[in-house]
């Protein structure tokens, strides 16, 4: 068996399209523009990346762009100070605050200063527990996307086995939370999981969300099952050339795909969706702070 490749780049960009297009309806109907603003702290090559490309495609979904590039020294008062600016701003729909934050900031402060109606990376404690009860919020963009590519590939999840390797807060938690949404029957894994491939043996879904790569291999994945990588990681590659490095997964690759059914890959598999979903909420958090209908399908 050779696995259906899951192309996160063809849904994001589906997805994209479709926030635009309700984008410019927003404005033609009701003469509202989604507005996103971006907050980054310090110079880390990564995130300054990240920044550019969300202002890039939040500017081509027709939304408002703005950006805040504060210096790593910056106090937490001050940056307390221009959450609380952008959260009485009526033209800024969602906040995101760039992560990681110099260490000497307190990363739980910051985030839960943000509006949670704001709060488009979905981190807001309030979201958190509004998702975990499985009432309306702001779902990380991520695990959104994962689910998004999962009903793409079966449309519905229900009575699925499923299993995530991971409990981060922005993963592993909100997906199983999501997938449990879906009436899928959820095991979440971790480093003290007894026998880890036994129990991903069983899963009809694999979300890998552990940070190692190629950890996951062929003989752990269920024949025909959907394996979701999340993982990104950074690894040697001496075929390229001295010091050169290439991206892989959490999962093994080539010994997944022999074996599943349908499997992303890294790159151009979850990756392309986190920006697709982040413009995805924060058109839905204007329209829900508006008064006006949610768009359809883009949200969990």
């Not at 959450?83 to 605050?97: C, M, Q, R, T």
């Not at 590519?149 to 939370?177: E, T, Y």
């Not at 007894?194 to 269920?222: H, N, S, T, Y």
């Amino acid at each position: 068996m050779t696995a259906k490749i899951i192309d996160g780049k063809a849904i994001a960009a589906d997805l994209r399209a479709e926030v635009a297009r309700q984008v410019a309806k927003l404005k033609a109907d009701h003469g509202i523009t989604p507005g996103l603003a971006v907050v980054l702290v310090g110079e880390d090559p990564a995130s300054e990346v990240y920044v550019r490309n969300k202002n890039r495609s939040t500017v081509e979904a027709g939304m408002k762009s703005v950006e805040h590039k504060l210096d790593a020294s910056t106090s937490e008062e001050d940056l307390l100070a221009l959450i609380a600016k952008l959260n009485a701003d009526p033209e800024i729909h969602g906040i995101l605050v760039q992560l990681p934050l110099p260490d000497h900031l307190n990363e739980e402060a910051v985030i839960n200063a943000l509006d949670p109606a704001k709060d488009v990376d979905g981190f807001h404690i309030s979201n958190v527990g509004l998702l975990g009860t499985g009432q309306k919020s702001m779902v990380p963009c991520t695990p959104l996307g994962c689910l998004m590519m999962l009903r793409a590939q079966h449309g519905s999840l229900s009575g699925m086995n499923a299993v995530v390797i991971g409990r981060s807060n922005i993963v592993g938690k909100p997906m199983f939370n999501l997938l449990l949404g879906d009436s899928c029957t959820v095991t979440v894994a971790h480093s003290r999981t007894k026998d880890l491939p036994a129990v991903c043996r069983g899963a009809d879904i694999v979300v890998a969300a552990v940070g190692r790569p190629e950890m996951v291999k062929g003989d752990w994945i269920k024949p025909g099952a959907t394996v979701i990588d999340v993982g990104i990681n950074r690894i040697p590659a001496p075929e390229k050339g001295e010091g050169k490095s290439r991206i892989v997964g959490d999962c093994d690759f080539e010994s997944c795909a022999q074996v599943a059914g349908a499997i992303t890959p890294v790159p151009g598999g979850v990756g392309p969706m986190t920006i697709a979903c982040l413009l995805a909420n924060t058109l839905t958090a204007c329209c829900r702070a508006n008064n006006l209908p949610e768009p359809e399908g883009l949200t969990a």
